[in-house]
């Protein structure tokens, strides 16, 4: 049965946000939005979102380490909203696994978030449904794109190629080949929801940094000392300029 899904690669995410705004940028656009934000910069921000990238630091000091996390619907196997959603709104597409919301019949009662055990699942303020990743299925179908183009926003947006999209049930697909070849997991799957998105792990590298490389041979503050250096009762620049 096939089954589309990211793979995101955790060791080439720079946490650029890129996935983010392209994502909101063609679903508020799309057959998924509107989407709302109200009060999207103040302090406690309002708005809904697709895909979130979450940073932050791993290890101690000195030896931390920055993770950039982006994370949005995993479009489980078992997806636990499907069942507790008492409308039917919320379904499994059988012919390619992507999980959707039916709007027309979504009362926004938020048990699908309560289920979901990755926090997956954001109620829109303005139509008052709940609202989550697609997959840019308006997108991957459109057959007035071109092939190349006929990918999820957020893939087409990453500049470091760090999503990749696909079957992950075709063990000859690039998705799955990374999966297997570069130890790809599920989140979480003690929950036994058998996501379909996976992640590709961070591989540790290193490298050795000799002493006269943190010296740079343009250092232009060695360049500027060369110079003559004014007198302590000299004027400055601040002194004779007015900013």
């Not at 940028?25 to 309002?46: H, L, V």
């Not at 079957?167 to 379909?196: C, F, H």
Request: with cysteine.
């Amino acid at each position: 049965m096939k089954q589309l899904a990211l793979v995101i690669d955790l060791n080439v995410c720079v946490g650029c946000h890129a996935c983010v705004t392209s994502c909101k940028e063609w679903n508020t656009s799309g057959s998924a939005g509107f989407m709302s934000d109200y009060n999207p910069y103040e302090k406690d921000p309002t708005g809904t979102f697709f895909n979130r990238v979450q940073t932050f630091e791993v290890g101690e000091f000195p030896n931390t380490q920055t993770v950039h996390f982006p994370k949005s619907c995993l479009h489980c196997e078992d997806p636990p909203c499907v069942p507790v959603c008492p409308t039917g709104a919320s379904y499994k597409r059988p012919e390619d696994g992507i999980v959707l919301v039916d709007y027309d019949k979504c009362i926004g009662c938020k048990y699908c978030s309560w289920a979901c055990p990755y926090g997956a699942r954001e109620l829109d303020e303005s139509q008052k449904v709940m609202k989550k990743c697609t997959l840019c299925v308006d997108r991957i179908y459109d057959e007035a794109l071109p092939e190349s183009e006929r990918k999820p926003a957020c893939v087409l947006a990453c500049p470091t190629s760090a999503r990749l999209f696909g079957d992950v049930n075709d063990p000859e697909s690039s998705v799955s080949v990374n999966i297997r070849e570069n130890g790809g997991y599920q989140l979480m799957p003690e929950w036994g929801t058998k996501p379909a998105n996976h992640y590709l792990p961070r591989r540790q590298t290193s490298i050795t940094i000799h002493k006269d490389e943190l010296t740079r041979v343009d250092n232009p503050l060695k360049k500027e000392r060369q110079l003559p250096m004014p007198g302590k009762d000299e004027q400055t620049l601040d002194d004779i300029t007015s900013w």
